[in-house]
């Protein structure tokens, strides 16, 4: 009888530590399904949380030179670095301001011709003062004429975002 129990007891363990393969949660079927039309830039990161363009935008608007923000939001870009996408600009509905996106520690870079994707970015937004020769770098690496370059003549304030993170929708 002893020897019974203890075979019973094994039988047991063994039979109740079988998991179904088929059983599938379908909130982590719905994510990874979900993380899979993405394509991951810099620190990995999810899709949920991410703000609108429209909400981003109100967020900027709050903003003064020097304050900054942890924010994450969905947007598509309107312009990429052409020498190697070490920077890219964001469409902001309504707006004249494309927030000029860096990326942290200069430690990723983004496709060249993304420009249009949609795209998921999380990290700090700031404003920030531009200075002309800036202006001129970054207009020369956007592929502007010489005579776009050369009417930069003032420094601006700019919406700022320094991503730690990047999902571009594929």
Same mark, same amino acid.
Not at 2 to 27: G, R, Y
Not at 58 to 86: H, P
Not at 94 to 101: A, C, F, I, L, Q
């Given at each position: 009888?002893?020897?019974?129990l203890?075979?019973?007891?094994? !039988?047991f +363990?063994? !039979?109740?530590?079988?998991q179904?393969?088929?059983d ?6 719905? @994510?990874? %399904? ?5 394509? +991951?830039? #810099?620190?990995?990161?999810t899709?949920?949380? +991410? @703000?609108?363009? %429209?909400?981003?935008k109100?967020?900027?608007?709050? @903003?003064?030179v020097?304050?900054?923000i ?9 312009? !990429?670095?052409?020498?190697k ?17 860096k990326?942290?520690?200069? &430690? ?7 420009e249009?994707?949609?795209?998921? !970015?999380?990290g $700090?937004?700031?404003?920030e %003062?531009?200075?002309? %020769? ?8 956007? &592929? ?8 930069i003549?003032?420094?601006?304030? +700019?919406? #700022?975002? $320094?991503?730690? &993170?990047v $999902? @571009?929708k594929?």
């Amino acid at each position: 009888m002893k020897n019974f129990l203890i075979i019973f007891a094994f !039988v047991f +363990s063994i !039979v109740s530590c079988k998991q179904n393969k088929t059983d599938k949660n379908p909130d982590l079927a719905q @994510l990874e %399904e979900t993380q899979e039309q993405y394509k +991951s830039f #810099g620190k990995e990161m999810t899709t949920e949380n +991410s @703000l609108t363009a %429209e909400e981003m935008k109100e967020k900027f608007a709050s @903003l003064k030179v020097g304050d900054t923000i942890a924010a994450k939001f969905t947007t598509s870009v309107n312009s !990429v670095c052409k020498m190697k996408g070490c920077w890219m600009t964001l469409d902001l509905p309504e707006t004249d301001e494309d927030p000029m996106v860096k990326f942290k520690d200069y &430690g990723f870079f983004v496709p060249k011709d993304i420009e249009g994707n949609k795209v998921i !970015v999380e990290g $700090l937004a700031f404003i920030e %003062e531009t200075t002309v %020769e800036d202006q001129k770098h970054y207009a020369k690496d956007a &592929g502007k004429t010489e005579e776009e370059i050369e009417a930069i003549s003032q420094p601006s304030k +700019s919406y #700022g975002f $320094l991503a730690d &993170g990047v $999902l @571009l929708k594929q």
